[in-house]
């Protein structure tokens, strides 16, 4: 059978005169793409550009919500209570699906951005504000969630779907966990060596460890992030390196469509 994944890169963060990345480039590579919806990131005027390039250019779009954090960029933990984190998750996927709505496309999915995604990949409490926002606002759209985490389960048991995603520039523990940013070696930087994993991780269901063991991952989608060093060459080599190698890049929305028709 033919293989199948879908690259997404976090979108949208620009702030004025503030620029984050080069949405432009990464949306004719990207498959999949996670605009920021105000809190951590992003204006509505550039928001707004995002969505109608992403639209051009035919990637399906996904609400990256988070926490309040504009100074912190959403990478601080919050101890929000469930109504408020409840109520800014629905916040602001009614704000990026007013400003999609606008552009000509839709928000298919929701991807938790910087500390909320890793916090509601082991706290349930939190988890449960964010799956029930979710439900409560449109229940046909899905939740990207960390590959191997408790939450894959919780939002199951909810009855939200989920796409299991893994990270194309970070190094893994053999436990599936990811490695820490603080410690050595867990960001990749080498394009050739994140492309080699990742099609190592789409053929084999797993990637090599940072203790050197092979790790099973079952990902639906790849992230590459599209604000680090050579993000967009790291993100051109990923998908070219897939695609020599007979697999298709394209979005999980897509496939789900494609599986439904049948």
């Keep these: 059978m033919r293989k199948r994944i879908d690259l997404n890169s976090d979108l949208g963060e620009s702030f004025g005169q503030w620029q984050m990345g080069d949405d432009a480039a990464m949306l004719k590579i990207v498959s999949s793409a996670n605009i920021a919806c105000g809190f951590h990131a992003g204006s509505p005027t550039g928001i707004l550009a995002t969505l109608r390039a992403a639209m051009q250019n035919n990637v399906v779009v996904g609400a990256h919500v988070a926490y309040p954090d504009l100074v912190g960029f959403g990478r601080r933990n919050m101890d929000l209570s469930y109504s408020e984190l409840f109520a800014d998750v629905i ?4 704000a990026l699906i007013g400003l999609a709505t606008t552009a000509g496309t839709d928000v298919r999915y929701v991807k938790p951005h910087g500390a909320l995604y890793n916090t509601i990949a082991q706290d349930k409490r939190q988890a449960m504000a964010v799956i029930d926002a979710i439900l409560a606002l449109d229940k046909q759209l899905e939740l990207v969630v960390l590959a191997g985490s408790p939450l894959v389960q919780w939002a ?16 893994y523990h053999a436990d599936g966990r990811l490695v820490s940013r603080q410690q050595a070696g867990a960001v990749l930087h080498d394009p050739q060596q994140v492309a080699e994993r990742m099609v190592q991780l789409v053929q084999q269901g797993g990637l090599m460890s940072i203790e050197g063991q092979f790790t099973p991952i079952e990902a639906d989608s790849i992230c590459v ?22 697999i298709t890049v394209g979005s999980f929305i897509s496939a789900t469509i494609v599986e439904e028709a049948k």
Aim: hydrophobic share 40%; charged share 25%; no cysteine.
């Design 91 to 94: 916040y602001q996927i009614g």
């Design 156 to 171: 199951k048991d909810a009855g939200l779907n989920t796409v299991a995603e893994a990270f194309a520039d970070r190094a």
């Design 225 to 246: 992030h599209g604000d680090s060093p050579g993000a967009v060459e790291m993100a051109r080599q990923l998908r070219l390196a897939l695609e020599q190698q007979g």
